[in-house]
């Protein structure tokens, strides 16, 4: 796998509460970019990131906000925790080219 | 509004035989055409990738045939292995404002290969 690790893997939450995932890559790639992947749905992009504090949003960005304040990193915090959100989570990195994206190994999150 | 649409969403193939996905497109400012394969558990990682200005690319049993004027290009597996079995995604990217790049995804198919 590219140099990117997701925290945690797994969690369990309850509704109402913030929660915030962890993003961190090795790779020093320009783009990063958070998924959620549910059945039926396929990818969709909540929000992505061009560089250290530029971000924007995507498809499915509300209730979600996102910072990046170094290259290796990129958190999305849930803001208050709902069940719609339960998802998998994917984190991916891409490079100047922005073509080809790598992608994390996933957080299953799961709102109670 | 679903701007690269992938057809079928599940895929049944016993082995030996050939997988075939197709994905369609709107935007004709898509200018790479990605598929990902996804393990169960797994990220999605690139399997193979084609620019507009090619037909066909071949990396072992997977061959990408695109067809610029239909706006559709397709991914075949030659002699299906269980092992392929997985869902495959195909994607779209282009460039927008400040000359940064997205992806735009299909929503998958569920591939089986049947020993």
């Known amino acids: 796998d590219a140099g990117i690790t997701q925290s945690p893997r797994h969690k369990v939450t309850e509704t109402g509460t913030p929660v915030t995932l962890r993003c961190h890559q090795t790779e020093n790639h320009r783009y990063m970019y958070w998924y959620r992947q549910d059945p039926g749905h396929g990818l969709r992009l909540i929000h992505y990131?061009?560089?250290?504090?530029?971000?924007d949003k995507g498809e499915v960005s509300d209730g979600y906000s996102v910072s990046r304040s170094k290259t290796e990193d990129f958190l999305l915090t849930l803001e208050s925790a709902t069940s719609s959100q339960t998802s998998v989570y994917f984190c991916a990195i891409s490079g100047i080219s922005g073509t080809e994206a790598f992608f994390g190994q996933g957080t299953r999150l799961t709102v109670v | 509004q679903q701007q690269v649409k992938q057809s079928p969403q599940s895929l049944i193939v016993q082995k030996g035989g050939i997988s075939i996905i197709n994905c369609a497109y709107e935007n004709t400012a898509f200018d790479y055409f990605p598929w990902y394969q996804q393990f169960p558990g797994k990220g999605p990682a690139l399997l193979i990738a084609i620019r507009p200005d090619v037909s066909e690319k071949k990396e072992g049993r997977f061959t990408i045939s695109f067809n610029k004027s239909a706006k559709q290009f397709s991914l075949h597996i030659m002699d299906s292995q269980p092992g392929d079995s997985a869902t495959y995604f195909c994607?779209?990217?282009?460039?927008?404002?400040?000359?940064?790049?997205?992806?735009?995804w299909g929503l998958g198919t569920s591939l089986a290969v049947n020993p």
């Open positions: 990131s061009y560089g250290v504090k530029d971000t």
């Open positions: 994607a779209a990217s282009r460039r927008f404002a400040g000359n940064n790049r997205k992806l735009i």
